[in-house]
């Protein structure tokens, strides 16, 4: 155990870039699987067990620390806590429950719980000081025993067994919500989240985008590698500024036009054909349209701000198609495996491309000379 003030530094969440199909988990780009975190140095408390393994050729009989497996020459994380201490790392400890010690905890502000074998969320209603809370892989299947958790601000219980939506309508200022890689079938009970700017619900077993309309403050949707077939009900996000929706059954692009704001859109691995429905999207900086089924780039004369078009793993068999981007100032582009690229050995390949992009700083994975 080491006793800090060091900050905790959670990852940025990110879009997914996966081309895999429904199951399995998402592959995100630099950290793209935790909750953001923001805060300055303050008393801390970090438990880790990594270097504290015993020898597994060890028989010698060791006793059973409170919440955990047999097996741990480790001590008590409980008998560790302060109540001075406003973040503490209780991550890889093979906790199977949350003891009552945890409610000594009279100022936390932040607490995870990562790579644990929790089952349930119990123990912490009077943590009322807390900010942000993870269960980042462990074992829950319920939303529970959260509602007196009223300054919550970040929630992530990404990677269990959840199945339903539930219990968080008293977390009025809840701003991110990362429930990505569990067995959801349905988006609900989020109207009462109103503050909420940021949602993660990838790999996931949804079907629709539905009953989101309430959350006008959203700036980030994460939904891909789920099963959804249309894009629909998100005119009233008028703040979004990232829509990742990877890894779909989405035929065509549409309902779009009230996304004014819109910077950042995933739509790889789909069943995408044709390039439309972008015209009202001018603030659009990147588009993700690999592994889809396109032929040709068009409709995107009036985005005048890209920089990152992600078009690999299509049908574009026309070098002429390129010129269309002539208009945006574009730093990436992602063409490979197209016909175009013809298997890698067309060695004129990137200086084409480079020809008709002189802007661009960087070829699929390599950057330009």
Not at 6 to 16: C, D, T, V
Not at 214 to 242: A, P, R, S, V
Not at 288 to 300: Q, S, Y
Request: with cysteine.
């Amino acid at each position: 155990m080491s006793n800090s003030n060091s900050e905790l530094q959670p990852e940025l969440p990110g879009p997914m870039k996966d081309s895999g199909d429904d199951g399995g988990n998402d592959s995100k780009p630099e950290g793209s699987n935790g909750t953001a975190g923001r805060h300055s140095s303050r008393g801390s408390i970090t438990i880790s067990d990594n270097e504290s393994l015993p020898d597994p050729d060890e028989t010698e009989t060791r006793q059973q620390a409170p919440g955990r497996e047999t097996g741990n020459d480790l001590s008590d994380p409980w008998e560790e806590l302060d109540p001075t201490f406003e973040v503490v790392d209780l991550n890889h400890q093979r906790l199977t429950k949350i003891d009552e010690r945890i409610m000594q905890l009279s100022v936390v502000e932040v607490l995870t719980f990562r790579w644990n074998q929790l089952k349930s969320i119990e123990n912490l209603q009077c943590l009322v000081t807390l900010k942000e809370l993870e269960f980042y892989d462990n074992q829950i299947t319920e939303i529970q025993n959260l509602e007196a958790l009223v300054n919550l601000e970040i929630l992530d219980i990404s990677f269990n067994r959840i199945r339903k939506i539930q219990n968080l309508g008293s977390l009025k200022k809840l701003r991110k919500l990362f429930l990505c890689a569990n067995k959801i079938g349905k988006i609900e009970n989020l109207n009462e989240l109103t503050n909420l700017e940021t949602l993660e619900l990838g790999d996931n077993r949804l079907r629709a985008i539905e009953n989101i309309e309430h959350l006008t403050k959203l700036k980030e949707l994460y939904i891909g590698k789920n099963k959804i077939t249309k894009l629909q009900n998100l005119d009233k996000l008028e703040n979004l500024e990232i829509l990742s929706i990877q890894s779909n059954r989405i035929l065509v692009i549409e309902n779009l036009e009230k996304l004014s704001k819109l910077e950042q859109l995933y739509i790889s691995h789909n069943g995408l054909e044709k390039i439309e429905g972008l015209s009202s999207n001018k603030e659009l900086t990147t588009i993700d349209l690999a592994g889809n089924r396109i032929k040709l780039i068009e409709n995107l004369d009036g985005l005048p701000k890209l920089e990152e078009f992600w078009f690999n793993d299509n049908f574009l068999d026309d070098w002429h198609q390129i010129d269309n981007l002539r208009h945006a100032p574009l730093k990436t582009v992602y063409f490979e495996r197209n016909p175009i690229w013809q298997n890698g050995n067309d060695p004129n390949y990137r200086r084409r491309i480079k020809l008709a992009l002189p802007s661009l700083t960087q070829i699929d994975a390599t950057m330009c000379r």
